[in-house]
């Protein structure tokens, strides 16, 4: 499974995906299209949410006012409403009305699966069903969950391989309830073990499900905190290990090298090595400046659609 948008194009899986009602959403770039699209995730406006500024349901709206046609919903802002059909389809009402398209859900809160207990992995992905039906309701095509385990991150190679086996037997049996609904469902690096990006890509791969891929985020390669000095992952290696397996990508201005140096995103190299593995799909803002949220959210929507128009 070398690259995950040729995976289903060319396998026998491909003609069975028809019969199971997998996504046929495509990533491959028509001649008149952008080189890629361009979504905000709702975690860039966090603060305005926590800070009942901005209602949930009002911030698809919102994120079109701002020159974004695309949204990224985060289950925290609805936490008790996945079930509720009266709720989603006013979500589904304002976005249709508004010609807004529903991307994923990022999933948190729901347990650890990559649990050491077999009894809490398996309560994890039962917590984490609604969300995969809430996101089929939606019409969205992915949801994002945590690749975390009860394994505490070190150095030892063996604490690595073991949480590694847990999180690929949890998330295939998310993505095994998953597939008659056709949703991907996708790993971010994501701090931990997740923020490797070779440890995330092998656990994706023995996870051996066409449904299992990444969310590579350029900025959340900050493995853990060692006496005060940040353990990390090159954001560019890392991004580039991942892509094959992403069915989207988060977008956050600082980057991180092998070091533990934080530094500005170089965004055109960046979204060249994204678009080196044949990716067409949404970039997903994830950032917000406290008290200037949306400002900087248009200054990287500008940014973002300088880099359509000369890649």
Aim: proline content about 3%; charged content about 25%.
């Amino acid at each position: 499974m070398t690259n995950r948008r040729n995976f289903l194009k060319n396998s026998t899986l491909a003609t069975a995906a028809l019969g199971l009602g997998l996504p046929q959403f495509s990533f491959a770039m028509k001649a008149a299209d952008s080189p890629f699209k361009i979504s905000l995730a709702e975690w860039s406006v966090n603060r305005l949410i926590f800070g009942k500024k901005l209602d949930h349901l009002d911030f698809p709206l919102e994120t079109k006012k701002h020159g974004i046609h695309a949204v990224e919903y985060v289950n925290q802002f609805f936490m008790d409403k996945a079930q509720d059909k009266t709720y989603l389809k006013e979500m589904n009402t304002r976005c249709q009305n508004e010609d807004i398209t529903q991307v994923l859900i990022m999933v948190d809160r729901e347990g650890m699966l990559g649990a050491k207990s077999e009894s809490d992995r398996i309560q994890a992905v039962e917590n984490h069903k609604k969300w995969i039906e809430a996101a089929k309701f939606l019409g969205c095509h992915t949801v994002r969950v945590n690749g975390y385990s009860d394994i505490a991150w070190s150095e030892n190679p063996a604490d690595a391989a073991e949480a590694s086996k847990l999180v690929s037997d949890g998330i295939r049996k998310v993505c095994e309830f998953a597939e008659p609904h056709g949703i991907h469902i996708v790993i971010e690096n994501h701090g931990g073990f997740s923020s490797n990006a070779k440890w995330l890509a092998e656990t994706i791969r023995n996870a051996d499900h066409p449904l299992a891929g990444t969310l590579p985020d350029f900025g959340n390669f900050r493995i853990a905190t060692v006496d005060d000095k940040a353990v990390s992952y090159d954001s560019y290696r890392g991004v580039d290990e991942l892509m094959p397996l992403a069915t989207g990508v988060s977008l956050k201005p600082r980057v991180w090298d092998d070091a533990g140096n934080e530094s500005e995103l170089d965004y055109e190299r960046m979204m060249k090595l994204v678009l080196s593995h044949d990716y067409h799909g949404y970039v997903g803002i994830e950032h917000g400046t406290q008290d200037r949220e949306w400002e900087s959210i248009v200054e990287i929507r500008e940014i973002l659609e300088g880099l359509q128009k000369s890649l």
